[in-house]
């Protein structure tokens, strides 16, 4: 697996990512506590379209860096990083969450590098509610540290995944998909956690330049309509799509998102 070196606020950092494909370059970043993998089944159904660059931001999967707190343009600088690694001068670019976040910043930041930007799940400000929610989940994650406990893995399908999942599940398929997040947990969710809680994009939202889609999921408890509603307001020409799901629908119908991803990126190939 490639990675790339560079200097972040508190230290070092070496940047994990995965490549695959051919045609025009796309980079997909992931969400909090997850990693570069999770865009396993879009990657499938889009690389042979482009080239899909699938980095690991620091806290997750292989990347190695000083193991303090973080910032955003930390996460930014690590996805432009792992952009000139791959020898990319401009790319397509896709995020997921706060990897959402991370695509808007970079897109209004750093313009003559993004042919277009789709924010999933994304956010313009951590307002009061989403403020108290990280730090429920923060305070999960350290009792879990703390008493051996599996509190995060049994709450991330209930605060992330929407109806469609729970009319078709079952105990004993619900259990596995609890064991498989916390077989998956990474190291550094806590620190992603902070960085969320430092989130606001509104003074720059005015500035992405590039093509934008802004990706709903109609069941989204975790980044609700109000921000979705802010985010195509203050984008300019911001298209809109939504999808029948929850936090997480990359996960949760990986088919209807490729497709949804895949319909805007085929849009723009050119531009």
Same mark, same amino acid.
């Given at each position: 697996?490639?990675?790339?070196?560079?200097r972040?606020?508190?230290g070092?950092?070496?940047?994990?990512?995965?490549?695959?494909?051919?045609?025009?370059?796309?980079?997909?970043?992931?969400? +909090?506590?997850? !990693?570069?993998d999770?865009?396993?089944?879009?990657? $499938? /159904?889009?690389? *042979?379209r482009?080239? #899909?660059?699938?980095?690991d931001?620091?806290?997750?999967?292989?990347?190695v860096?000083?193991?303090?707190?973080?910032?955003l343009?930390?996460?930014?600088?690590?996805?432009?990083?792992?952009?000139?690694?791959?020898?990319l001068?401009?790319?397509h670019?896709?995020?997921?969450?706060?990897?959402?976040v991370?695509?808007?910043?970079?897109a209004?930041?750093?313009?003559e590098?993004?042919?277009?930007?789709?924010?999933?799940?994304?956010?313009a400000?951590?307002?009061?509610?989403?403020? +108290?929610?990280? !730090?429920y989940?923060?305070?999960l994650?350290?009792t $879990? /540290?703390?008493? *051996?406990t599996?509190? #995060?893995?049994?709450?991330?399908?209930?605060?992330?995944?929407g109806?469609?999942?729970?009319a078709?599940?079952?105990?004993?398929?619900?259990?596995?998909?609890?064991?498989?997040?916390?077989?998956?947990?990474?190291?550094?969710?806590?620190r992603?956690?902070?960085?969320?809680?430092?989130?606001?994009?509104?003074?720059?939202?005015?500035?992405?330049?590039a093509?934008?889609?802004v990706?709903?999921?109609?069941?989204?408890?975790?980044?609700?309509?109000?921000?979705?509603q802010?985010?195509?307001?203050?984008?300019?020409?911001?298209?809109y799509?939504?999808? $029948? /799901?929850?936090?997480?629908?990359?996960?949760?119908?990986?088919?209807?998102?490729?497709?949804?991803?895949?319909?805007?990126?085929?849009?723009h190939?050119?531009?």
């Amino acid at each position: 697996m490639p990675s790339a070196g560079i200097r972040i606020s508190g230290g070092d950092a070496d940047v994990a990512y995965g490549i695959d494909g051919i045609g025009p370059a796309l980079l997909l970043v992931h969400g +909090t506590g997850t !990693r570069g993998d999770a865009w396993a089944q879009q990657v $499938d /159904a889009l690389k *042979g379209r482009f080239t #899909v660059v699938t980095p690991d931001l620091s806290g997750s999967g292989g990347t190695v860096d000083h193991g303090g707190p973080l910032t955003l343009d930390d996460l930014v600088a690590e996805v432009l990083a792992v952009a000139d690694h791959a020898g990319l001068d401009t790319f397509h670019l896709a995020g997921h969450s706060l990897g959402a976040v991370v695509a808007l910043r970079l897109a209004a930041e750093h313009p003559e590098r993004v042919r277009s930007v789709v924010s999933h799940a994304g956010w313009a400000y951590t307002d009061e509610r989403m403020t +108290t929610d990280f !730090r429920y989940c923060l305070d999960l994650l350290r009792t $879990d /540290a703390e008493l *051996g406990t599996s509190l #995060v893995p049994q709450m991330f399908p209930l605060a992330t995944l929407g109806p469609r999942y729970w009319a078709a599940t079952d105990e004993a398929s619900h259990q596995k998909l609890v064991q498989q997040i916390a077989e998956n947990a990474q190291p550094g969710t806590a620190r992603q956690f902070e960085v969320g809680l430092t989130v606001d994009l509104r003074p720059l939202l005015g500035r992405i330049a590039a093509p934008t889609l802004v990706f709903a999921s109609e069941h989204d408890r975790v980044c609700g309509a109000n921000q979705q509603q802010l985010l195509r307001e203050e984008i300019p020409g911001a298209a809109y799509a939504e999808i $029948d /799901a929850g936090h997480n629908a990359l996960a949760e119908d990986p088919q209807g998102f490729a497709a949804v991803l895949g319909s805007f990126l085929a849009q723009h190939a050119g531009a």
